[in-house]
Nanobody
Framework: QVQLVESGGGLVQPGGSLRLSCAAS????????MGWYRQAPGKQRELVAS????????NYAESVKGRFTLSRDNAKNTVYLQMNSLKAEDTAVYYC?????????WGQGTQVTVSS
């Protein structure tokens, strides 16, 4: 079992930055593909970004390319999402996700609100 705990969400003005963290416990995440998803009110949950176990390959949603950067520190069992140039449409609950083989784990989510 893997427990994922997100942190770093909050209220930020348009154009601002936030850094989300996802700390894992219960198991090492070095075999897991890790990702961040988000869900805005009234919308389906969508993939924001994902990173392979070794950290060599990342994938981003078109809407965040060039603004968000996903990274991982397997030694610290933590994944980070650096979000720059935030827009109102980035407002959502952001969820950390880890998956390996048939196992899928989710965090409880952290709210990101972009508003002036």
């Amino acid at each position: 079992q893997v427990q994922l705990v997100e942190s770093g969400g909050g209220l930020v003005q348009p154009g601002g930055s936030l850094r989300l963290s996802c700390a894992a416990s219960g198991s090492r995440i070095n075999i897991y593909t890790m990702g961040w998803y988000r869900q805005a009110p009234g919308k389906q949950r969508e993939l924001v970004a994902s990173i392979t176990p070794g950290g060599f390959t990342t994938n981003y949603a078109e809407s965040v390319k060039g603004r968000f950067t996903l990274s991982r520190d397997n030694a610290k069992n933590t994944v980070y999402l650096q979000m720059n140039s935030l827009k109102a449409e980035d407002t959502a609950v952001y969820y950390c996700n880890g998956r390996a083989y048939s196992a899928v784990y989710w965090g409880q989510g952290t709210q990101v609100t972009v508003s002036s």
